[in-house]
C-alpha cells in the first residue's frame, strides 16, 4: 500500500516568507508525527496529532511555527516569516494508534532552504 | 526524559566484514527501542524494534540487535555488511505510549561507510 507523502518535496524560500508542509499518512493511521532533521540538532520531535488533536505543542520550536490537522488524515505544518535557522528536512510520520507501542512510519521529507 | 547515546559518529568496515553499531539509552521505564537506516536523501526506514520478550530481536537486511538491560544498550550487528548497506543509521526510543506526546528520541546517528 501507499506510504506516508509529503510534499513539496524540495522548497527554497527568501527569509520572512511563510512556507506550508503538507503531510499524507499512511490510510487508516490515527496518529501523526513531525520531526525535524538539521545538521545541529539531529532529528527532534516536533509535535504529534492523535486524530486531528495535537495535545502538547510545546515542542514546537518557536510562536511562528504551527501545525493543524483536518479530518484525520492530511496535515499541514506552516511555518511564519521563516528564518535561516528553520532550513533543515521536515519529516512527517505516522502509526495505526497512539497508544501502546506503535512503530512510525516515515515519509521521505521536505528539504526546505531559507534564504 | 528519555536520551539515546550513538557514541560512532562514523564507522567503516570492508564489505563481507561483521559490523557492530553501539546504542545507549537513558529512560526510567522499560523503553521501546528502534533501529532505523536513512539512505541519502530518504526518509527512515524502520530495520527493527524490541518492545518486550525477545531480547534478540530480527530485523529486514540481515540486521540483528540485543536489548541489554543492564548495559542499557541496543546494539546493532550484522554478520557480513554490502556496499547497499552504507547510509545512516538512528537509534530511537519511545516512552510507554510508544510516541505520544514526546514522540521518538533519536541518538545523533551512526554515519557507515562501507570499503571494497
Known amino acids: 500500500g501507499a506510504g506516508v507523502s509529503q510534499s513539496p518535496s524540495n522548497k527554497v524560500t527568501e527569509k520572512g516568507k511563510d512556507v506550508e508542509l503538507r503531510c499524507d499518512p499512511i490510510s487508516g493511521h490515527t496518529a501523526l508525527y513531525w520531526y525535524r532533521q538539521s545538521l545541529g540538532q539531529g532529528l527532534e520531535f516536533l509535535i504529534y496529532f492523535q486524530g486531528n488533536s495535537a495535545p502538547d505543542k510545546s515542542g514546537l520550536p518557536s510562536d511562528r511555527f504551527s501545525a493543524e490537522r483536518t479530518g484525520g488524515s492530511v496535515s499541514t505544518l506552516t511555518i511564519q516569516r521563516t528564518q535561516q535557522e528553520d532550513s533543515a528536512v521536515y519529516l512527517c510520520a505516522s502509526s495505526l494508534q497512539q497508544r501502546g507501542p506503535e512503530t512510525q512510519y516515515f515519509g521521505p521529507g521536505t528539504r526546505l532552504l531559507v534564504l | 526524559a528519555q536520551s539515546v547515546t550513538q557514541p560512532d559518529i562514523h564507522i567503516t568496515v570492508s564489505e563481507g566484514a561483521s559490523l557492530e553499531l553501539r546504542c545507549n539509552y537513558s529512560?526510567?521505564?522499560?523503553?521501546?527501542l528502534f533501529w532505523y537506516v536513512q539512505s541519502p536523501g530518504q526518509g527512515l526506514q524502520l530495520l527493527l524494534k524490541y518492545f518486550s520478550g525477545d531480547t534478540l530481536v530480527q530485523g529486514i537486511k540481515g540486521f540483528e540487535a540485543e536489548f541489554k538491560r543492564s548495559q542499557s544498550s541496543f546494539n546493532l550487528r550484522k554478520p557480513s555488511v554490502h556496499w547497499s548497506d552504507a547510509a545512516e543509521y538512528f537509534c530511537?526510543?519511545?516512552?510507554?505510549?510508544?510516541?505520544?506526546?514526546?514522540?521518538?528520541?533519536f541518538g545523533k546517528g551512526t554515519h557507515l561507510i562501507i570499503q571494497p
Open positions: 529512560y526510567g521505564a522499560t523503553p521501546y
Open positions: 530511537a526510543v519511545a516512552p510507554y505510549s510508544g510516541g505520544g506526546a514526546d514522540g521518538l528520541t
